[in-house]
């Protein structure tokens, strides 16, 4: 028997919403007759969207919230006033033990911070980290901190690498995924103090982590390894610039195809290739990243995205509920705790040997 899972909307959240949720939520429901939902936000303005998609409204619970978190908002400012929002409300429903996941399309600093306030850090954890998966030459591949942490030392990086190779495991469905440390550099004196030690932590402990070294920033798109961690600033810019250089080619693609006789003929020949390369790059399909090291399932969905592409982010929260993924990242993180008290024994032991 499969089990129902039910998932927590902010209703409120995004470029779009809440028409675009709405949608989103039958597209999902059409795909997983599993799901149930509690989607928060105006009910006046809910309700009269689910009468016009009927699958959705058959499964969803609309639970009134007055306020709502804008995407401009500061993290502090949605921390202090938005207690009675869309996106409090409906992270308090997986805290509460009503909801598996959450998912929301709103304001991203607002939604980490609400999220580690309420949901609160793993055992081990000492903060979160936002991951998800993207195309490569070799497949897809996993980078983590996207964003959550600007700066951060080695143990935050190691616990990254945990974290990221279970998300690999259960979203790529790959058995022992390869890890390394973004770099400047692949050789083992390049880098700054944290990646060093963090390196030199993954390469000589017992972590079941198929660590390889150091990767540089052309190894993302070329696939070298499963899993790439970086801090959130590094991490970021590498995935908007990833964006950005997808947007490009399209953008020259369409215009050389498009500007005389002899290209319209080559691309309507070439149309069937073509459809296939724009699928295989939408960016909805990719569509929600997990904010990992809670003690809860909380899915970021882009905040412009459509219909299709927060559907996904939908299915990804499921798929992670349904794997238990947070269960098998805390029995890692048990391991890593270990050998944190392992060094620790044996540095103590030399002290006092010396």
């Given at each position: 028997m499969v089990n129902t899972v039910t998932v927590s909307i902010d209703g409120m959240g995004g470029d779009y919403a809440p028409g675009m949720i709405v949608e989103g939520v039958e597209l999902a429901c059409q795909k997983n007759k599993n799901i149930r939902f509690l989607i928060f936000g105006d009910a006046n303005i809910l309700q009269d969207l689910l009468t016009r998609h009927p699958k959705a409204q058959a499964v969803s619970e609309v639970r009134h919230a007055p306020d709502m978190i804008s995407m401009d908002d500061r993290p502090t400012t949605a921390l202090r006033s938005g207690k009675n929002s869309s996106m409090r409300?409906?992270?308090?429903?997986?805290?509460?033990?009503?909801?598996?996941?959450?998912?929301?399309?709103?304001?991203?600093?607002?939604?980490?911070?609400?999220?580690?306030?309420?949901?609160?850090?793993?055992?081990?954890?000492?903060?979160?980290?936002?991951?998800?998966?993207?195309?490569?030459?070799?497949?897809?591949?996993?980078?983590?901190?996207?964003?959550?942490?600007?700066?951060?030392?080695?143990?935050?990086?190691?616990?990254?690498?945990?974290?990221?190779?279970?998300?690999?495991?259960?979203?790529?469905?790959?058995?022992?995924?390869?890890?390394?440390?973004?770099?400047?550099?692949?050789?083992?004196?390049?880098?700054?103090?944290?990646?060093?030690?963090?390196?030199?932590?993954?390469?000589?402990?017992?972590?079941?982590?198929?660590?390889?070294?150091?990767?540089?920033?052309?190894?993302?798109?070329?696939?070298?390894?499963?899993?790439?961690?970086?801090?959130?600033?590094?991490?970021?810019?590498?995935?908007?610039?990833?964006?950005?250089?997808?947007?490009?080619?399209?953008?020259?693609?369409?215009?050389?195809?498009?500007?005389?006789?002899?290209?319209?003929?080559?691309?309507?020949?070439?149309?069937?290739?073509?459809?296939?390369f724009k699928s295989h790059f939408d960016p909805r399909r990719y569509n929600g990243a997990m904010l990992v090291g809670l003690n809860g399932i909380c899915v970021k969905s882009h905040g412009g995205t459509d219909p299709i592409g927060f559907a996904h982010a939908i299915e990804a929260g499921v798929k992670l509920v349904e794997q238990n993924f947070n269960k098998v990242i805390k029995q890692d993180l048990v391991k890593l705790t270990d050998v944190d008290q392992n060094k620790t024994l044996e540095s103590n032991t030399k002290k006092a040997l010396n």
């Open positions: 409300l409906a992270i308090d429903a997986v805290k509460n033990n009503e909801a598996s996941a959450v998912v929301s399309a709103g304001n991203t600093g607002a939604l980490m911070a609400m999220a580690t306030i309420v949901l609160k850090m793993m055992p081990g954890i000492s903060r979160p980290a936002i991951v998800t998966s993207f195309p490569t030459q070799n497949g897809d591949c996993v980078m983590l901190d996207l964003g959550a942490n600007i700066e951060c030392d080695a143990n935050n990086l190691v616990q990254f690498a945990v974290m990221g190779e279970v998300f690999a495991r259960y979203e790529l469905d790959i058995d022992h995924p390869s890890v390394a440390i973004l770099n400047v550099g692949v050789e083992g004196l390049k880098g700054n103090v944290a990646v060093k030690e963090a390196a030199a932590i993954l390469k000589n402990s017992s972590l079941p982590v198929k660590f390889a070294g150091f990767v540089e920033g052309d190894d993302i798109g070329k696939g070298t390894v499963d899993v790439i961690v970086t801090d959130g600033f590094t991490g970021n810019i590498a995935l908007k610039t990833a964006e950005g250089t997808s947007n490009l080619i399209i953008f020259f693609l369409k215009k050389f195809l498009s500007d005389n006789l002899m290209g319209k003929i080559g691309a309507l020949i070439a149309r069937p290739a073509l459809n296939r």
